[in-house]
């Protein structure tokens, strides 16, 4: 059962963060009220937050999954693969070394992106992208080993749309993995029930399962229904603006 989650509220010039996507300048003030509404939701599946300041330094700050991996027992420190986010990790190792007693790094010339990295009742799945590149996913491999993890390597670069590999896969518990089309017949994910996103809905498949609830983008209709029909409470939140800078559900808070 999750308790716990790290958030840190997007910083007056979030719209100069790292972006591939071409949907308009972010609106701060909504980008704001939409964070806001998503730290209500976690506190309402049980979390409690711990609130971190707004950080100019880093216009992408706010989305602070990629800067560890959380298991446990251990907290593994990331190294963005974009160098202008390194320096996010110092303070997010500050706030972990709160709550963990033992840490991992990743070290260069390694790069890991915690967007890449989808925790599967005690397996890890990591995606070799244009973040998180081999050396970096050998040492997170290396780190879960370690810890009683096992691990394997999802290469989905070359995939149109995908920034990181939480942008196509969730887990939903129940050995039930939610996946884009593209992802949906790929061996590694034999063994699991596949709950596939209906075309046009992918940017869906990025959600958080959460102490019996399913927080997913507002927007998506029949990918909602499909998670109600298989007796998942959902909890739609409006995402719009952490969407123009690549950013979801997921990339907004680390839970433990």
Request: with cysteine; glycine share 10%; proline share 5%.
């Amino acid at each position: 059962m999750l308790k716990h989650a790290i958030v840190r509220p997007p910083a007056a010039n979030f719209d100069m963060g790292l972006t591939s996507v071409d949907f308009g300048k972010p609106d701060l003030a909504l980008a704001r009220d939409q964070h806001a509404r998503y730290c209500a939701a976690l506190q309402g599946c049980g979390l409690e937050l711990t609130r971190l300041e707004a950080d100019a330094n880093f216009p992408d700050s706010t989305f602070v999954e990629d800067t560890a991996v959380l298991t446990p027992q251990a907290a593994i420190l990331t190294r963005p693969g974009a160098p202008s986010r390194e320096g996010e990790v110092i303070g997010i190792g500050r706030a972990l070394r709160r709550v963990y007693s033992r840490f991992h790094v990743i070290t260069a010339p390694g790069t890991v992106d915690g967007g890449d990295v989808c925790a599967a009742n005690g397996h890890f799945f990591i995606g070799l992208s244009e973040r998180t590149n081999a050396e970096g996913a050998r040492q997170l491999a290396g780190y879960l080993d370690k810890e009683g993890f096992t691990s394997a390597v999802v290469d989905i670069r070359g995939i149109d749309g995908i920034l990181h590999l939480k942008s196509g896969i969730s887990y939903l518990g129940e050995n039930r993995l939610v996946l884009i089309d593209a992802l949906a017949a790929w061996p590694v994910f034999h063994g699991y029930e596949i709950v596939r996103v209906p075309a046009g809905e992918s940017y869906a498949a990025n959600l958080l399962r959460i102490n019996g609830h399913a927080i997913i983008p507002a927007g998506y209709p029949c990918f909602e229904t499909a998670l109600r029909d298989l007796g998942y409470a959902t909890i739609a939140l409006d995402m719009s603006e952490f969407r123009k800078m690549d950013g979801a559900l997921t990339c907004l808070s680390l839970r433990f």
